[in-house]
Protein backbone atom coordinates (compact mmCIF):
# COMPACT_ATOMS: atom_id res chain seq x y z
CA UNK A 1 0.00 0.00 0.00
CA UNK A 2 1.59 3.73 -0.51
CA UNK A 3 2.83 5.94 2.51
CA UNK A 4 1.31 8.96 3.22
CA UNK A 5 3.86 11.66 1.85
CA UNK A 6 4.20 14.93 3.29
CA UNK A 7 6.65 16.21 1.84
CA UNK A 8 7.34 15.93 -1.67
CA UNK A 9 10.63 16.88 -3.04
CA UNK A 10 14.11 15.80 -5.14
CA UNK A 11 16.79 17.76 -3.55
CA UNK A 12 19.81 15.43 -5.09
CA UNK A 13 18.81 15.75 -8.76
CA UNK A 14 21.50 14.73 -10.88
CA UNK A 15 22.60 17.46 -13.82
CA UNK A 16 22.18 14.90 -16.01
CA UNK A 17 19.06 13.44 -14.54
CA UNK A 18 15.83 14.43 -17.24
CA UNK A 19 13.10 13.11 -14.46
CA UNK A 20 12.79 12.04 -10.93
CA UNK A 21 9.95 10.27 -9.83
CA UNK A 22 8.07 10.23 -6.17
CA UNK A 23 7.42 7.82 -5.00
CA UNK A 24 10.22 5.42 -6.95
CA UNK A 25 7.74 3.10 -7.54
CA UNK A 26 3.85 2.74 -7.06
CA UNK A 27 1.56 6.04 -6.61
CA UNK A 28 2.15 8.23 -3.42
CA UNK A 29 -0.50 9.21 -0.43
CA UNK A 30 -0.46 13.05 -0.37
CA UNK A 31 -2.76 15.00 1.92
CA UNK A 32 -3.98 18.45 1.89
CA UNK A 33 -1.36 21.04 3.53
CA UNK A 34 1.79 18.56 2.55
CA UNK A 35 5.09 20.58 1.35
CA UNK A 36 6.12 20.39 -2.31
CA UNK A 37 9.53 21.97 -2.65
CA UNK A 38 10.95 22.77 -6.03
CA UNK A 39 14.51 23.86 -6.27
CA UNK A 40 15.69 26.04 -9.19
CA UNK A 41 15.48 24.70 -12.69
CA UNK A 42 12.81 22.17 -11.33
CA UNK A 43 9.33 21.93 -11.99
CA UNK A 44 7.09 19.42 -10.35
CA UNK A 45 4.31 17.71 -12.02
CA UNK A 46 1.35 15.69 -10.93
CA UNK A 47 0.76 12.87 -12.59
CA UNK A 48 -2.43 10.63 -12.55
CA UNK A 49 -4.30 8.50 -14.55
CA UNK A 50 -2.27 8.65 -17.55
CA UNK A 51 -2.35 12.09 -17.46
CA UNK A 52 -0.06 15.06 -16.53
CA UNK A 53 -2.24 17.70 -14.27
CA UNK A 54 -1.26 20.55 -12.03
CA UNK A 55 2.35 22.02 -12.36
CA UNK A 56 4.64 23.67 -9.50
CA UNK A 57 7.44 26.11 -10.53
CA UNK A 58 10.93 26.63 -8.13
CA UNK A 59 9.45 27.36 -4.45
CA UNK A 60 8.04 25.94 -1.89
CA UNK A 61 4.38 25.17 -2.34
CA UNK A 62 1.47 24.32 0.33
CA UNK A 63 -1.07 21.44 -1.65
CA UNK A 64 -4.71 22.95 -1.23
CA UNK A 65 -7.48 23.09 -3.03
CA UNK A 66 -6.34 26.44 -4.62
CA UNK A 67 -3.01 25.35 -6.42
CA UNK A 68 -4.28 21.89 -7.22
CA UNK A 69 -7.78 22.22 -9.10
CA UNK A 70 -7.70 19.73 -12.39
CA UNK A 71 -6.43 17.42 -9.39
CA UNK A 72 -9.03 17.99 -6.56
CA UNK A 73 -11.81 17.87 -9.48
CA UNK A 74 -10.27 13.50 -9.57
CA UNK A 75 -10.71 13.06 -6.16
CA UNK A 76 -13.30 13.02 -3.42
CA UNK A 77 -12.05 14.91 -0.32
CA UNK A 78 -12.96 14.24 3.43
CA UNK A 79 -15.05 16.75 5.41
CA UNK A 80 -11.84 17.37 7.41
CA UNK A 81 -9.87 17.79 4.50
CA UNK A 82 -6.83 15.12 5.51
CA UNK A 83 -8.03 12.31 3.09
CA UNK A 84 -5.18 11.71 0.95
CA UNK A 85 -5.68 11.64 -2.64
CA UNK A 86 -2.71 9.45 -4.78
CA UNK A 87 -1.16 10.11 -7.52
CA UNK A 88 2.58 10.41 -8.61
CA UNK A 89 5.26 13.44 -9.07
CA UNK A 90 7.37 14.47 -11.74
CA UNK A 91 10.36 16.56 -11.08
CA UNK A 92 11.36 17.45 -14.76
CA UNK A 93 15.07 19.01 -14.77
CA UNK A 94 15.00 21.82 -16.73
CA UNK A 95 18.91 22.56 -16.58
CA UNK A 96 20.51 23.18 -20.34
CA UNK A 97 21.52 19.40 -21.39
CA UNK A 98 24.85 20.41 -23.41
CA UNK A 99 26.49 17.09 -24.27
CA UNK A 100 23.93 14.73 -25.70
CA UNK A 101 25.45 12.29 -28.13
CA UNK A 102 23.81 10.41 -31.04
CA UNK A 103 24.86 7.39 -33.53
CA UNK A 104 23.79 5.15 -35.74
CA UNK A 105 23.14 1.55 -33.99
CA UNK A 106 23.06 -0.26 -37.51
CA UNK A 107 24.10 1.23 -40.67
CA UNK A 108 22.12 3.17 -43.12
CA UNK A 109 21.71 1.29 -46.73
CA UNK A 110 22.06 4.18 -48.90
CA UNK A 111 21.73 4.21 -53.20
CA UNK A 112 25.14 5.93 -54.15
CA UNK A 113 25.73 7.41 -57.54
CA UNK A 114 29.49 6.58 -57.41
CA UNK A 115 29.37 3.38 -55.31
CA UNK A 116 25.78 1.74 -56.24
CA UNK A 117 24.90 1.08 -52.72
CA UNK A 118 27.09 2.45 -49.70
CA UNK A 119 26.60 1.54 -45.98
CA UNK A 120 27.34 4.47 -43.80
CA UNK A 121 27.14 5.03 -40.08
CA UNK A 122 26.79 8.63 -38.51
CA UNK A 123 27.29 10.77 -35.22
CA UNK A 124 27.29 13.94 -33.24
CA UNK A 125 26.40 15.51 -30.52
CA UNK A 126 23.50 18.34 -29.44
CA UNK A 127 22.15 20.47 -26.74
CA UNK A 128 18.50 20.73 -25.47
CA UNK A 129 16.47 21.75 -22.72
CA UNK A 130 13.14 20.83 -21.53
CA UNK A 131 10.58 24.51 -22.04
CA UNK A 132 7.33 22.67 -21.13
CA UNK A 133 7.48 20.30 -18.35
CA UNK A 134 3.60 19.55 -18.63
CA UNK A 135 4.03 18.42 -22.06
CA UNK A 136 7.04 16.70 -21.18
CA UNK A 137 5.67 14.23 -18.88
CA UNK A 138 2.43 14.00 -20.55
CA UNK A 139 4.12 12.83 -23.75
CA UNK A 140 7.21 10.97 -22.73
CA UNK A 141 5.89 9.57 -19.48
CA UNK A 142 2.45 9.26 -20.32
CA UNK A 143 2.75 8.41 -23.86
CA UNK A 144 5.45 6.51 -23.88
CA UNK A 145 6.11 5.01 -20.49
CA UNK A 146 9.48 6.51 -19.88
CA UNK A 147 10.67 8.27 -17.03
CA UNK A 148 14.72 7.16 -16.65
CA UNK A 149 17.01 8.84 -18.29
CA UNK A 150 18.79 6.62 -20.44
CA UNK A 151 15.18 5.21 -21.67
CA UNK A 152 14.17 9.11 -22.67
CA UNK A 153 17.84 8.94 -24.14
CA UNK A 154 17.29 6.70 -26.69
CA UNK A 155 14.11 7.59 -27.69
CA UNK A 156 15.15 11.12 -28.05
CA UNK A 157 18.16 9.31 -30.63
CA UNK A 158 15.71 7.10 -32.50
CA UNK A 159 13.95 9.91 -33.51
CA UNK A 160 17.05 12.00 -34.78
CA UNK A 161 18.35 9.25 -36.59
CA UNK A 162 15.25 8.64 -38.49
CA UNK A 163 15.18 12.54 -39.66
CA UNK A 164 18.96 11.11 -40.88
CA UNK A 165 18.08 8.67 -42.67
CA UNK A 166 15.13 10.42 -44.58
CA UNK A 167 17.42 13.37 -45.12
CA UNK A 168 20.22 11.48 -46.84
CA UNK A 169 17.89 9.77 -48.94
CA UNK A 170 15.90 13.29 -50.05
CA UNK A 171 19.41 14.51 -50.91
CA UNK A 172 20.61 11.75 -53.67
CA UNK A 173 24.12 12.82 -52.58
CA UNK A 174 26.66 10.31 -52.86
CA UNK A 175 29.62 9.21 -49.89
CA UNK A 176 31.93 11.71 -51.61
CA UNK A 177 29.87 14.35 -51.61
CA UNK A 178 28.78 14.38 -48.17
CA UNK A 179 31.63 15.84 -46.35
CA UNK A 180 31.12 19.33 -48.07
CA UNK A 181 27.89 19.14 -47.03
CA UNK A 182 28.22 18.83 -43.26
CA UNK A 183 27.46 22.44 -41.85
CA UNK A 184 24.12 21.91 -44.23
CA UNK A 185 23.13 18.70 -43.17
CA UNK A 186 23.50 19.59 -39.33
CA UNK A 187 21.42 22.73 -40.17
CA UNK A 188 18.89 20.63 -41.95
CA UNK A 189 18.68 17.87 -39.17
CA UNK A 190 17.98 20.55 -36.61
CA UNK A 191 14.66 22.30 -38.38
CA UNK A 192 13.61 18.72 -38.56
CA UNK A 193 14.22 17.42 -35.43
CA UNK A 194 13.53 20.63 -33.50
CA UNK A 195 9.89 20.27 -34.72
CA UNK A 196 9.32 16.67 -33.50
CA UNK A 197 11.52 18.16 -30.29
CA UNK A 198 8.96 20.80 -30.04
CA UNK A 199 6.14 18.28 -29.75
CA UNK A 200 7.81 16.60 -26.85
CA UNK A 201 7.70 20.37 -24.81
CA UNK A 202 11.91 20.15 -25.45
CA UNK A 203 13.43 22.92 -27.33
CA UNK A 204 16.68 21.92 -29.09
CA UNK A 205 19.25 24.27 -28.98
CA UNK A 206 22.10 23.05 -31.22
CA UNK A 207 22.95 19.64 -33.55
CA UNK A 208 25.87 19.11 -34.65
CA UNK A 209 26.67 16.29 -37.26
CA UNK A 210 30.32 14.56 -35.84
CA UNK A 211 30.85 12.56 -39.11
CA UNK A 212 29.29 10.13 -41.33
CA UNK A 213 31.90 6.85 -42.25
CA UNK A 214 31.57 3.78 -44.22
CA UNK A 215 31.41 0.43 -42.69
CA UNK A 216 34.27 -1.85 -43.84
CA UNK A 217 32.85 -3.52 -46.61
CA UNK A 218 32.28 -0.39 -48.11
CA UNK A 219 35.60 1.25 -46.88
CA UNK A 220 37.10 -1.84 -48.93
CA UNK A 221 34.47 -1.09 -52.25
CA UNK A 222 36.08 2.71 -52.23
CA UNK A 223 39.64 1.38 -51.82
CA UNK A 224 39.28 -1.05 -54.72
CA UNK A 225 37.64 1.73 -56.52
CA UNK A 226 40.67 3.96 -56.06
CA UNK A 227 43.16 1.51 -56.89
CA UNK A 228 41.29 0.70 -60.38
CA UNK A 229 41.03 4.68 -60.90
CA UNK A 230 45.15 5.16 -60.33
CA UNK A 231 45.97 1.68 -62.74
CA UNK A 232 43.51 3.24 -65.34
CA UNK A 233 42.84 0.97 -68.76
CA UNK A 234 43.08 -2.88 -67.29
CA UNK A 235 43.88 -4.62 -70.34
CA UNK A 236 46.85 -2.10 -71.47
CA UNK A 237 47.91 -3.31 -67.66
CA UNK A 238 47.94 -6.74 -68.22
CA UNK A 239 49.25 -6.89 -71.34
CA UNK A 240 52.44 -4.61 -69.99
CA UNK A 241 53.17 -6.59 -67.03
CA UNK A 242 53.09 -9.97 -68.74
CA UNK A 243 55.30 -8.50 -71.55
CA UNK A 244 57.79 -7.42 -69.22
CA UNK A 245 57.62 -10.72 -66.92
CA UNK A 246 58.36 -12.26 -70.15
CA UNK A 247 61.30 -10.05 -71.31
CA UNK A 248 62.84 -10.69 -67.49
CA UNK A 249 62.73 -14.52 -68.09
CA UNK A 250 64.57 -13.97 -71.60
CA UNK A 251 67.01 -11.52 -69.94
CA UNK A 252 67.40 -14.02 -66.65
CA UNK A 253 67.74 -16.97 -68.54
CA UNK A 254 68.04 -20.78 -67.33
CA UNK A 255 65.06 -22.51 -65.84
CA UNK A 256 65.79 -20.74 -62.40
CA UNK A 257 65.29 -17.18 -63.75
CA UNK A 258 62.85 -17.74 -66.48
CA UNK A 259 60.35 -19.42 -63.27
CA UNK A 260 61.23 -16.69 -60.98
CA UNK A 261 60.52 -14.15 -63.52
CA UNK A 262 57.13 -15.30 -64.90
CA UNK A 263 56.03 -15.87 -61.17
CA UNK A 264 55.95 -12.36 -61.02
CA UNK A 265 53.61 -11.94 -64.14
CA UNK A 266 51.26 -14.33 -63.17
CA UNK A 267 51.33 -13.23 -59.03
CA UNK A 268 49.40 -10.52 -60.60
CA UNK A 269 46.58 -12.58 -62.11
CA UNK A 270 46.29 -15.06 -59.93
CA UNK A 271 44.70 -13.58 -56.81
CA UNK A 272 42.03 -12.56 -59.71
CA UNK A 273 40.98 -15.83 -60.75
CA UNK A 274 40.78 -18.05 -63.44
CA UNK A 275 39.73 -15.48 -66.13
CA UNK A 276 42.37 -13.18 -65.27
CA UNK A 277 44.61 -16.10 -65.71
CA UNK A 278 43.52 -16.59 -68.78
CA UNK A 279 43.87 -12.78 -69.99
CA UNK A 280 47.14 -12.85 -68.81
CA UNK A 281 47.92 -16.14 -71.48
CA UNK A 282 46.65 -14.24 -74.46
CA UNK A 283 48.52 -10.90 -73.70
CA UNK A 284 51.55 -13.37 -73.71
CA UNK A 285 50.48 -15.24 -76.67
CA UNK A 286 50.27 -11.41 -78.15
CA UNK A 287 53.04 -9.74 -76.98
CA UNK A 288 55.64 -12.39 -76.86
CA UNK A 289 54.54 -14.86 -80.32
CA UNK A 290 58.45 -15.23 -81.35
CA UNK A 291 59.31 -16.02 -77.90
CA UNK A 292 57.38 -18.40 -77.67
CA UNK A 293 57.83 -19.87 -81.41
CA UNK A 294 60.52 -22.42 -80.59
CA UNK A 295 58.26 -24.13 -77.59
CA UNK A 296 55.39 -24.39 -80.41
CA UNK A 297 57.32 -25.60 -83.01
CA UNK A 298 58.52 -28.23 -80.58
CA UNK A 299 55.45 -29.69 -80.08
CA UNK A 300 54.06 -32.59 -82.14
CA UNK A 301 51.88 -31.71 -85.34
CA UNK A 302 48.93 -34.28 -83.79
CA UNK A 303 47.98 -33.24 -80.60
CA UNK A 304 48.50 -35.90 -77.84
CA UNK A 305 44.85 -36.51 -75.55
CA UNK A 306 47.29 -36.38 -72.60
CA UNK A 307 50.65 -34.11 -72.53
CA UNK A 308 53.41 -33.67 -70.96
CA UNK A 309 53.81 -30.18 -69.50
CA UNK A 310 56.24 -29.00 -72.20
CA UNK A 311 53.32 -30.13 -74.55
CA UNK A 312 50.69 -28.16 -72.67
CA UNK A 313 52.94 -24.98 -72.22
CA UNK A 314 53.61 -25.26 -76.09
CA UNK A 315 49.76 -26.08 -77.04
CA UNK A 316 48.78 -23.01 -74.80
CA UNK A 317 51.55 -20.97 -76.17
CA UNK A 318 52.93 -20.07 -73.33
CA UNK A 319 56.25 -21.25 -71.15
CA UNK A 320 56.25 -24.48 -69.44
CA UNK A 321 56.76 -22.07 -65.83
CA UNK A 322 52.75 -20.71 -66.92
CA UNK A 323 52.00 -24.33 -66.74
CA UNK A 324 54.10 -25.10 -63.37
CA UNK A 325 51.89 -21.90 -62.10
CA UNK A 326 48.74 -23.20 -62.74
CA UNK A 327 48.75 -26.19 -61.73
CA UNK A 328 50.30 -25.51 -58.52
CA UNK A 329 47.43 -22.99 -58.15
CA UNK A 330 44.62 -25.45 -59.07
CA UNK A 331 43.43 -23.95 -61.93
CA UNK A 332 44.64 -26.23 -64.01
CA UNK A 333 44.21 -29.94 -62.84
CA UNK A 334 47.03 -32.05 -63.76
CA UNK A 335 48.19 -35.92 -62.54
CA UNK A 336 51.33 -36.60 -60.95
CA UNK A 337 53.93 -39.21 -61.76
CA UNK A 338 56.69 -39.47 -60.06
CA UNK A 339 58.01 -35.78 -60.50
CA UNK A 340 56.45 -35.04 -63.63
CA UNK A 341 52.92 -33.96 -64.33
CA UNK A 342 50.30 -35.11 -67.31
CA UNK A 343 47.50 -33.00 -68.35
CA UNK A 344 44.40 -34.02 -70.04
CA UNK A 345 43.58 -32.03 -73.92
CA UNK A 346 40.12 -31.69 -72.33
CA UNK A 347 41.28 -29.97 -68.84
CA UNK A 348 43.16 -27.36 -70.91
CA UNK A 349 40.74 -26.83 -73.76
CA UNK A 350 37.83 -26.16 -70.91
CA UNK A 351 40.30 -24.14 -69.23
CA UNK A 352 40.62 -22.07 -71.95
CA UNK A 353 37.01 -21.36 -72.89
CA UNK A 354 36.37 -20.32 -68.97
Known amino acids: MARIIDVVQVPDQGSNQMVSRVPDTGSGDFRLGSQVIVRESQAAVFFRDGKALDTFGPGRHTISTANIPLLINLIQLGTSGQTPFTAE ?19 ISLRDPDLGLARLRANGRYS ?9 VAKIVGAQGLYQTSQIDDYLRTIIISRLTDLLGESKKGLFDLPGMFDEMSAAIRVKVGEDFEALGITLKQMFLGSISPTEET ?4 DERASMGAIGDMN ?3 QYSAAKAMREA ?3 GGEAGSAASTGVGLGAGMGMGVGMAGMISQA ?6 QQAAPAAAAAPAATPD ?5 EAAAYLKVTPADVQSLITGGQVKAKQIGSDYRISKKVLDDFLAS
Open 219 to 222: QKAI
Open 250 to 252: SAS
Open 128 to 136: MAISDPQMF
Open 284 to 289: MAGTTQ
Open 89 to 107: VYFVNQRDFIDMKWGTPEP
Open 306 to 310: VMTVA
Open 236 to 238: KYM
